[in-house]
């Protein structure tokens, strides 16, 4: 993996350069670790003209899941400068003859900035911006497979939860048993903090669970996701609770189901970010819910759950294949629930059959 990092660190440099800073220094914890392998707690990483460099805070220490680190980088612990890495790393880039370092503004405190440009006072800092974001779009093979296993954890979790007896229980108790079935199959942990909603709750984007109990006839509505090496997926599904479906749920439900397979079917390579969420959009819109909609259809998923590109009516951009979304319309209705559902997709071309399903729980309405 030595190769993959030091590859993607040379084509950052590239952006770098034509950015007029032969330098830069990488604060954000998940963009330091899709260049260095490993993000150590307070470390950032330094791309200098003459050798990269990772300072960190402290001495390293192994976690599970943390990742491993690129074994070509040199790792230091700055012992002046108040121990910040960011400083001795500013520090360090004078050392080697720079005179301009990239940073990333929209992560960095306005203290450290100061801190900085103190220690380094002839070194010219200029805005890194969103470029190692933006690298991190288009995913490798190699993170694709780790989000394709985390996603077949998480429906591994979720298919064992459907086999259990839920009347009776609380949103919360369920949660928690979600969460602690992705470890026991393999996770690092959650994605994210799982939601359950039962009842008025199902179909709540974002739903804290609570100590409601699951009843005879509610919708229930999960989200949940897997970590795995570092990276993240997600899968949600409402099923229903007991007995066969009430009319106006399997209305709704087949409504939302033909709202999520229009997002999932624009998923194309050259496909505008907007025109995808227009397409899951209008199905509910035009069934009057536009007042009911969440304010994106979907999202990029990797080594944070919730990256670029962002599905929106106002996104700009156009998607490119082995770029990992998420499509999850879903509708609310106060006081009496609504319906979520949920994948975790890889933007395909029609040749390579389309877009590549992750989440595989099945999404027809059950009654458990």
Request: net charge negative; charged share 25%.
């Amino acid at each position: 993996m030595s190769e993959v990092y030091a590859a993607r660190r040379e084509r950052l440099r590239e952006r770098c350069t034509a950015g007029g800073s032969a330098t830069a220094l990488v604060t954000r914890p998940a963009n330091v670790r899709y260049l260095a392998g490993a993000a150590p707690q307070g470390a950032v990483l330094l791309l200098g003209s003459e050798e990269d460099l990772l300072f960190c805070a402290g001495p390293l220490v192994e976690e599970a899941g943390a990742g491993r680190l690129d074994e070509a980088l040199r790792v230091q612990t700055p012992t002046g400068s108040g121990g910040d890495p960011a400083v001795a790393a500013a520090d360090a880039a004078t050392a080697q003859g720079a005179d301009s370092l990239a940073v990333e503004e929209h992560h960095l405190t306005v203290t450290r900035h100061r801190a900085m440009g103190s220690v380094a006072p002839r070194l010219r800092l200029s805005d890194l911006g969103a470029a190692v974001e933006q690298l991190r779009v288009i995913k490798d093979e190699e993170e694709i497979s780790c989000l394709r296993i985390g996603a077949e954890i998480a429906d591994q979790a979720l298919g064992e939860l459907l086999e259990s007896i839920l009347v009776g229980r609380t949103e919360r108790h369920l949660a928690l048993e979600l969460e602690r079935r992705l470890v026991d199959h393999g996770a690092d942990g959650p994605a994210f903090a799982t939601s359950v909603g039962t009842g008025p709750n199902s179909g709540r984007c974002g739903h804290r669970p609570t100590d409601r109990r699951v009843e005879e006839g509610d919708f229930l509505s999960v989200c949940l996701g897997a970590t795995y090496r570092g990276y993240r997926c997600e899968v949600g599904r409402t099923f229903v609770i007991g007995t066969s479906p009430a009319d106006w749920q399997i209305a709704l439900y087949d409504l939302v189901f033909a709202a999520q397979r229009a997002g999932r079917e624009a998923l194309v390579p050259g496909a505008a970010y907007r025109d995808v969420d227009r397409a899951a959009r209008q199905v509910l819109d035009s069934a009057g819910y536009a007042e009911a909609l969440p304010s994106l259809t979907g999202h990029g998923v990797g080594l944070e759950i919730d990256e670029d590109p962002q599905l929106a009516p106002a996104a700009m951009g156009k998607l490119d294949a082995c770029v990992p979304v998420t499509v999850e319309p879903g509708v609310h209705l106060p006081g009496r629930g609504g319906v979520r559902i949920d994948d975790t997709l890889v933007v395909r071309p029609e040749a390579d059959g389309g877009p590549e399903l992750l989440t595989i729980t099945t999404k027809e309405l059950l009654a458990l």
